[in-house]
């Protein structure tokens, strides 16, 4: 198995993105922590991966990722549950947002920067400090997004956050390079979560339409790639961002052109 003998931390495990991950490390072996703000829907998935026929394990813990505390403090958990933590998945994200003028700085910018940002900076800082203790090296994932390479409706303290998150992996990259560890961001697209999905049928069919299959991400498609760069198949990617949108930034629009 790829992750076989290897502990996982995954923050927004309870829901979307981070719970497909955490179904699919677990079914590489891997033995993870599913993180949320949302307990119960954590204890949910854990006990739903208990259930599945699979060899890796779970346990559950209430983290909000913008509190520096409260990672520390999901990072001692793991190590007094599991032994040691090989992989972090900062992947907890809020979305949303006001018109740039009509900003309340407060409510649209420092909040979400807290959760999108801090809490991937505080994951990379108290995951990494135990790697480079454990001294076996590790890996960090953290999930950055289309939106943080481009401008966007509502957009911009998320696209700012999920910018900080890739310019956070190359620094991380670079910094922990000398203890074995590897940091990669992911950017996807449009990805039916409840992020996506509390939105009209509209507005998801129009969402489809900007990638190249016509269709919304499956999570456990993005989950099956963040396993491949969790597993040592992937050590040569290192630093870098990681598409998983489905050609999202490659085109604008489809145009039924006349040929010409
Ligand atoms: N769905 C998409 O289309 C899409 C696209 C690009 C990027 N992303 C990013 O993917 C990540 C996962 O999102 P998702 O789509 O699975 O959404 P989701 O809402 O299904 O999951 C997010 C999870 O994060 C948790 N969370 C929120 N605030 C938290 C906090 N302060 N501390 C700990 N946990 C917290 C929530 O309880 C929830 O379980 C986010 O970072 C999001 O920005 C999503």
Redesign the pocket.
């Given at each position: 198995m790829k992750l076989d003998n290897r502990t996982a931390i995954i923050?927004?495990?309870?829901?979307?993105?981070?719970?497909?991950t955490a179904h699919a490390f677990a079914r590489a072996g891997a033995k993870v922590m599913i993180?949320?703000?949302?307990l119960a829907?954590?204890e949910r998935v854990a006990a739903e991966i208990a259930d599945a026929d699979t060899s890796g394990e779970a346990d559950a813990v209430r983290?909000?990722?913008?509190?520096f505390a409260?990672v520390e403090a999901m990072v001692a958990r793991t190590v007094e549950v599991f032994g040691a933590v090989d992989v972090i998945f900062n992947?907890?994200?809020?979305?949303g947002g006001a018109p740039l003028l009509d900003h309340d700085p407060e409510a649209d910018y420092h909040r979400l920067l807290?959760?999108?940002q801090d809490?991937v900076y505080y994951g990379i800082l108290a995951a990494g400090r135990q790697m480079a203790k454990q001294g076996t090296g590790g890996v960090i994932i953290s999930?950055?997004?289309?939106?943080g390479e481009q401008a966007a409706e509502l957009s911009f303290t998320?696209s700012a956050a999920?910018a900080a998150v890739i310019s956070f992996t190359r620094s991380a990259a670079y910094e922990l390079a000398e203890h074995g560890i590897r940091a990669v961001a992911i950017?996807?697209?449009?990805?039916?979560?409840?992020?996506?999905n509390q939105f009209s049928d509209e507005l998801k069919a129009t969402?489809a339409g900007e990638q190249l299959r016509g269709a919304?991400?499956d999570?456990d498609e993005?989950a099956d790639v963040v396993t491949f760069l969790a597993s040592d198949e992937s050590r040569v990617i290192n630093g870098t961002v990681v598409s998983v949108?489905d050609g999202y930034s490659v085109f604008k629009q489809r145009l039924d052109l006349p040929v010409f």
């Open positions: 923050t927004g495990a309870a829901s979307g993105i981070g719970r497909a993180a949320d703000i949302d829907s954590a983290v909000d990722v913008s509190q409260d992947n907890a994200g809020i979305a807290r959760v999108d809490g999930t950055s997004s289309v939106y998320y999920k950017t996807p697209g449009r990805v039916a979560t409840p992020i996506i969402f919304l991400t999570p993005i949108e």
